[in-house]
C-alpha cells in the first residue's frame, strides 16, 4: 500500500490580532500558498476561525528578522470572526473533501459510524433513490456524543434525486473541528418514514 503525505503549511502569530483586523503577523515568511488561500487560526480553542488570505507579504516590520504579513478576510465557511492571540497557531487548509456513505434503508432506523480525519465539517447531504410515506425522515448527525444538526428528509412529494443537507452552524462552530484521532461523525436515521428506500450521503469538509 502506497501512502501519500501532505504537508500543509502550519505557522503561529507573531502578535495578537482582533476580531476586526484583516493584517496577520507570522513566523516563517517561506513556501506561504500563493493566494488566495484557507487558513484556520486556533484550531484548537473553542472559538476557531477559517480565514481568507488574499495577500502574502514579507516584511522587517514589527520586529527586524523578516517575517510574512497576511492580508485576510474575517470569518469564512459561516466561522465567526474572534481576537486571537500571539502565538495561536494557524494551518493552512486543504481542498474541500468528500467521504460518501450509504442508508440502505431511510425508512428502518440505521447509524453509520465515519471515523474523520482532521478539519473542518462543512456540510451532510444527501440523494433519496425514491418515494417515502408517512412522515418525514429524520438524519441525526453526531460528533462523538454531541448532536450537530438534523437532515430532514421530507416525505410529502418526494421522489428520486430529492436532495437535503445540513449546514455548518455558526452558533456552535467549534463543534464541528475533528481532531483526526478520538472524533468520530455518526449518521443516524430514526426510522420515522415507511416505503424501503436508500439515502446516500456524502460528508463534505476541509482538511487541515
Not at 506561504?32 to 507579504?57: D, F, G, H, Q, R
Not at 510574512?68 to 473533501?97: F, N, P, S, W
Not at 438534523?150 to 475533528?178: C, K, N, P, Q, R
Request: proline share 4%; charged share 20%.
Amino acid at each position: 500500500m502506497r501512502t501519500t503525505v501532505i504537508t500543509r503549511k502550519q505557522t503561529s502569530l507573531l502578535e495578537n490580532v482582533s476580531a476586526t483586523g484583516t493584517t496577520l503577523y507570522v513566523r516563517d515568511a517561506d513556501d506561504m500558498p500563493t493566494v488566495p488561500w484557507l487558513a484556520i487560526l486556533s484550531p484548537e480553542s473553542p472559538s476557531p476561525e477559517i480565514v481568507l488570505v488574499t495577500a502574502n507579504n514579507i516584511t522587517t516590520t514589527p520586529v527586524s528578522d523578516n517575517i510574512e504579513t497576511l492580508t485576510i478576510v474575517r470569518g469564512a465557511m459561516g466561522t465567526t470572526a474572534v481576537a486571537h492571540k500571539r502565538d495561536a497557531t494557524l494551518y493552512e487548509c486543504g481542498q474541500k473533501t468528500t467521504i460518501r456513505g450509504l442508508i440502505t434503508d431511510i425508512s428502518t432506523a440505521e447509524s453509520i459510524y465515519l471515523p474523520m480525519p482532521k478539519g473542518f465539517l462543512l456540510r451532510v447531504g444527501g440523494i433519496l433513490e425514491g418515494t417515502i410515506a408517512t412522515a418525514d425522515a429524520i438524519i441525526t448527525v453526531t460528533k462523538n456524543a454531541t448532536t450537530l444538526g438534523t437532515v430532514t428528509v421530507a416525505y410529502a412529494s418526494s421522489d428520486a434525486g430529492d436532495w437535503d443537507e445540513m449546514l455548518a452552524d455558526g452558533d456552535a462552530i467549534a463543534d464541528f473541528f475533528f481532531d483526526g484521532v478520538d472524533d468520530f461523525l455518526l449518521v443516524a436515521t430514526g426510522g420515522q418514514s415507511t416505503e424501503t428506500m436508500r439515502w446516500e450521503f456524502m460528508v463534505e469538509y476541509i482538511p487541515y
